[in-house]
């Protein structure tokens, strides 16, 4: 099944565009940093999937990190979702895409219905909360209000709130991004692809999955009760790729029957097997960063033999969402411009 809706593409685009953004920009993570490294998969990861870069070797790689807000100033200290976004430069001379994001949950199932939340979360003016309103939400075991940060003036939290009250499936993910914080460094955060993806092994077993980044130097948050800085992510990946590599594994969770294979909004149980696909090094920060960062188009359903696209209708929308978008702000032609 292909949901491709250029029309709703194009209308999605338009609808996350933020009154402090900039259409030069993406829509949607619009601060961002690229980097390169290699990918080298583990001993399991051919016994699971046939595609290339599961094969052994070193397969290069281009990354972008990005905060997931439109903005266009960093807030690097903000609470946001932050994106990890990989190239694999196969050796035939094709690539595949792996776009993954710090929430583990997205906010709807289908594009009609994230076109909904968009425009029910498009930042409006702050409103603090008075201390009584804050004691009235405690009482009632929820969460207040934060204040702002120095110079937020708007923000999409109060429209997302109410929009999750009243749709069951937002819930997850509106809760998670509100608690979620600010990473200490990109490179200590977990990345998910969301998405579930179909994966053929060897044997013709295909297997129903989903991909996550782990960080080798483990997850770590800035202090919460601390001001937060509002650029030092970029800085610190630069200091920290001068000394040493970053490292993190591939992690890919089979699921089983009755699982939300299609569903974006919905977690899998817990206790899925898991294995180990093979391992990232980040060794370098890009030296052109408008070329291999700010131009740059990744696309989720850049795919590779191997790999396929599940159902899932937000992952199908995706294709051209990215697409537009690249169009749009006039970056290097997305993989699938012109057809
Ligand atoms: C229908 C749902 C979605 C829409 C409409 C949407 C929209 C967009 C758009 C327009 C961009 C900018 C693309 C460009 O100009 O190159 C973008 C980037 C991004 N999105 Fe989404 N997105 C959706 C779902 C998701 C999901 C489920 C994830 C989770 C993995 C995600 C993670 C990202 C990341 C990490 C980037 C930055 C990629 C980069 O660095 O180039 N998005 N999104």
Known sequence: MNMSDPGLAETLVQALRRPDGSTDLRPVHSVGIGASGSFAASHVAANYCTATHFQGGQIPVSLRFSNGSGCAVAHDGWSDVRGMATRFHLPDGAATDLIAMTLPEFFAPTPETFLDFARAAAPAPFKTWSPWQKIRALLKLTIPMRDPYPGETIRPDEGAMRFADQNGYAQLGVFQAATIGAPESYVRA???????????????????????????????????????????LQQELRQRLAKEPARFSLMMTIG??????????????????????????????????????EKLSFNPCLLTDGIEASDDP??????????????????????????
């Open 314 to 339: 937000i992952l199908q929308i995706r294709k051209d969402v990215y697409e537009t978008s690249s169009r749009l702000r006039d970056a290097t032609p997305c993989p699938f411009a012109g057809g």
């Open 256 to 293: 089983e029957t009755g699982d939300a294979l299609d569903d974006p909004t919905r977690p899998w149980p817990p206790h899925r097997i898991r294995v180990m696909m093979g391992l990232l090094t980040i060794d370098r920060v890009a030296e052109d960063q408008i070329t291999d960062s």
């Open 190 to 232: 977990s990345y998910h692809a969301v998405h579930t993806f179909i994966i053929t092994a060897p044997d013709g077993t295909r297997r129903w999955v989903r991909f996550t980044w782990q960080p080798i130097a483990g997850v770590l948050n800035t202090n919460p009760l601390e001001t937060p800085r509002d650029e030092y």
